[in-house]
Nanobody, 122 residues
Framework: QVPLVESGGGSVQAGGSLRLTCAAS????????LGWIRQAPGKEREGVAT????????YYITSVQGRFTITQNNAKNTLYLQMNSLKPEDTAMYYC???????????????WGQGTQVTVSS
């Protein structure tokens, strides 16, 4: 199993908030960057947010900018995704993931965890 464990998903009303947590261990600690991806039924998997582990630089897809915030606590080997002002179109399975190339931090990912479901209703 991939050493990335997600938690914090659930069901909320539109406009609500959720905070996802990712616990990293093993080889996942050797990455220059880590992020979150999501996949909804019938849709392509997409990168949502990425953070450089040492520099702290962050990257987001346009659709979540201003609503989602990716943070980390490297001392605890933990990654977070704070999701505010949630919309029904945010409904998806969310995965903690390792970008294939940190110079293109949202384009492709090499591995991810088991995921946590986020459902937003209206």
């Amino acid at each position: 199993q991939v050493p990335l464990v997600e938690s914090g998903g659930g069901s909320v009303q539109a406009g609500g908030s959720l905070r996802l947590t990712c616990a990293a261990s093993g080889y996942a600690l050797d990455t220059y960057c880590l992020g979150w991806i999501r996949q909804a039924p019938g849709k392509e998997r997409e990168g949502v947010a990425t953070i450089y582990r040492s520099e702290g630089s962050t990257y987001y897809i346009t659709s979540v900018q201003g609503r989602f915030t990716i943070t980390q606590n490297n001392a605890k080997n933990t990654l977070y995704l704070q999701m505010n002002s949630l919309k029904p179109e945010d409904t998806a399975m969310y995965y903690c993931a390792a970008p294939r190339n940190c110079y293109s931090p949202l384009s492709d990912f090499t591995y991810w965890g088991q995921g946590t479901q986020v459902t937003v209703s209206s």
